[in-house]
């Protein structure tokens, strides 16, 4: 009942679920990422995050040696043996099944023998231990294949980040990508800011038609201007440089960032531009000493927005730089780990995090400034 003290309406709680709801679709992959870029390569492949604390059943294929290598077949008695361990390549587990053909892998149970069609007996014990005997000397040049299922306990691993992190190139491929983030960010909140402010408070002809202009430019998919841009780039000698991917993010992100910090200056309190104008300061020291200290949250939101799009790039950065080593994006760096099919899937779990560090970081300095901007523009 809404109104009753220490009660909430119900469509108060109707919000706090939704937001936990959200809160979980959002949280629960990143969470499934991050443990999947600790598991083991042949266990991330063949079973989901959620049972990396069960053991995972993987089937392998062994060949025994031949027996018609040095060593590998020995009288025992009256049989000729030819023994072995299916792990001897690597692994560790339980054996739960094995077979000798591929149509019927787990026909037998760890202990069971299977009779081969030349009367030669296979084994196959939990630990991984294989028995191949025969009442007469064995021959062949390849070994016996067998089929073994195998219950691994959980793996952790560190390999896949030290794959991403000891790489060939991604530290140049680092400095490449704050060479190209840091400039794009700052050059469009600059420009915004200085346009916001003039189609906020400042009177001129077709100020009303540059904000519709504006408002439509941000409907406009980028990737309709990618080569008539670079093709312009190229005629100016600007292609493939970082001028030009600089100019590039600028003028994407600006209509975006020209809207926002419009609206943001539009709402500051009437009073504070009227005084400082008829206490006679211009245009431009309204801007710099009392419009912009106010729009700091504004500009700090768009900040976080631009250097996020920015730093996870790869169309435009593969565009207007090419897969040149020397300016090869991080981006483009761990697309080429992945792969020529892109099967390499602990490298792209760990990779995701990788990339995320500085973001979160810049996010979370930000996020500080942010508040106090919004302390700062308070009105008594």
């Given at each position: 009942?809404?109104?009753?003290?220490?009660?909430?309406?119900?469509?108060?709680?109707?919000?706090?679920?939704?937001?936990?709801?959200?809160?979980?679709?959002?949280?629960?992959?990143?969470?499934?990422?991050?443990?999947?870029?600790?598991?083991?390569?042949?266990?991330?492949?063949?079973?989901?995050?959620?049972?990396?604390?069960?053991?995972?059943?993987?089937?392998?294929?062994?060949?025994?040696?031949?027996?018609?290598?040095?060593?590998?077949?020995?009288?025992?008695?009256?049989?000729?043996?030819?023994?072995?361990?299916?792990?001897?390549?690597?692994?560790?587990?339980?054996?739960?099944?094995?077979?000798?053909?591929?149509?019927?892998?787990?026909?037998?149970?760890?202990?069971?023998?299977?009779?081969?069609?030349?009367?030669?007996?296979?084994?196959?014990?939990?630990?991984?231990?294989?028995?191949?005997?025969?009442?007469?000397?064995?021959?062949?040049?390849?070994?016996?294949?067998?089929?073994?299922?195998?219950?691994?306990?959980?793996?952790?691993?560190?390999?896949?980040?030290?794959?991403?992190?000891?790489?060939?190139?991604?530290?140049?491929?680092?400095?490449?990508?704050?060479?190209?983030?840091?400039?794009?960010?700052?050059?469009?909140?600059?420009?915004?800011?200085?346009?916001?402010?003039?189609?906020?408070?400042?009177?001129?002809?077709?100020?009303?038609?540059?904000?519709?202009?504006?408002?439509?430019?941000?409907?406009?998919?980028?990737?309709?201007?990618?080569?008539?841009?670079?093709?312009?780039?190229?005629?100016?000698?600007?292609?493939?440089?970082?001028?030009?991917?600089?100019?590039?993010?600028?003028?994407?992100?600006?209509?975006?960032?020209?809207?926002?910090?419009?609206?943001?200056?539009?709402?500051?309190?009437?009073?504070?531009?009227?005084?400082?104008?008829?206490?006679?300061?211009?245009?431009?020291?309204?801007?710099?000493?009392?419009?912009?200290?106010?729009?700091?949250?504004?500009?700090?939101?768009?900040?976080?927005?631009?250097?996020?799009?920015?730093?996870?790039?790869?169309?435009?950065?593969?565009?207007?730089?090419?897969?040149?080593?020397?300016?090869?994006?991080?981006?483009?760096?761990?697309?080429?780990?992945?792969?020529?099919?892109?099967?390499?899937?602990?490298?792209?779990?760990?990779?995701?995090?990788?990339?995320?560090?500085?973001?979160?970081?810049?996010?979370?300095?930000?996020?500080?400034y942010l508040v106090r901007g919004?302390?700062?523009?308070s009105v008594k």
């Open positions: 009942m809404e109104g009753i003290a220490g009660r909430k309406p119900a469509l108060i709680w109707a919000v706090h679920l939704s937001v936990v709801l959200l809160v979980v679709l959002w949280t629960l992959p990143t969470f499934g990422l991050l443990v999947s870029s600790f598991r083991d390569k042949d266990q991330l492949s063949v079973s989901g995050w959620w049972t990396s604390l069960t053991s995972t059943e993987r089937n392998l294929v062994v060949r025994a040696p031949a027996p018609d290598d040095k060593g590998a077949q020995r009288q025992e008695g009256a049989f000729h043996v030819i023994t072995g361990n299916v792990f001897d390549g690597g692994g560790a587990g339980a054996v739960s099944a094995f077979g000798v053909s591929s149509q019927d892998p787990s026909a037998f149970a760890v202990g069971e023998t299977a009779v081969l069609k030349d009367g030669e007996r296979v084994s196959v014990t939990e630990t991984g231990d294989f028995r191949i005997e025969a009442d007469q000397p064995m021959t062949g040049k390849r070994g016996q294949r067998l089929f073994v299922t195998v219950l691994e306990p959980p793996l952790f691993t560190l390999d896949n980040y030290r794959t991403v992190l000891l790489s060939e190139g991604i530290g140049r491929s680092f400095i490449n990508t704050l060479t190209v983030t840091i400039p794009a960010t700052i050059i469009p909140i600059l420009i915004a800011a200085f346009a916001g402010y003039a189609l906020a408070w400042m009177r001129f002809p077709g100020r009303t038609f540059l904000v519709a202009m504006v408002v439509g430019l941000i409907v406009v998919p980028l990737q309709m201007s990618l080569i008539p841009l670079l093709r312009l780039y190229t005629d100016i000698g600007i292609g493939k440089s970082y001028v030009g991917i600089w100019l590039a993010h600028t003028g994407f992100g600006l209509p975006l960032a020209i809207y926002l910090l419009r609206n943001y200056i539009k709402g500051l309190p009437k009073e504070i531009i009227e005084s400082a104008r008829v206490d006679g300061a211009s245009d431009f020291e309204i801007f710099v000493k009392i419009v912009l200290p106010l729009s700091f949250p504004a500009l700090a939101s768009f900040a976080i927005f631009q250097f996020l799009w920015v730093w996870n790039d790869l169309l435009v950065a593969t565009v207007f730089l090419g897969n040149n080593e020397e300016q090869l994006v991080m981006t483009g760096r761990l697309r080429e780990l992945l792969g020529s099919r892109g099967g390499n899937w602990e490298i792209l779990t760990a990779s995701a995090f990788v990339s995320i560090a500085v973001p979160l970081a810049v996010f979370f300095a930000l996020q500080r919004l302390l700062a523009g």
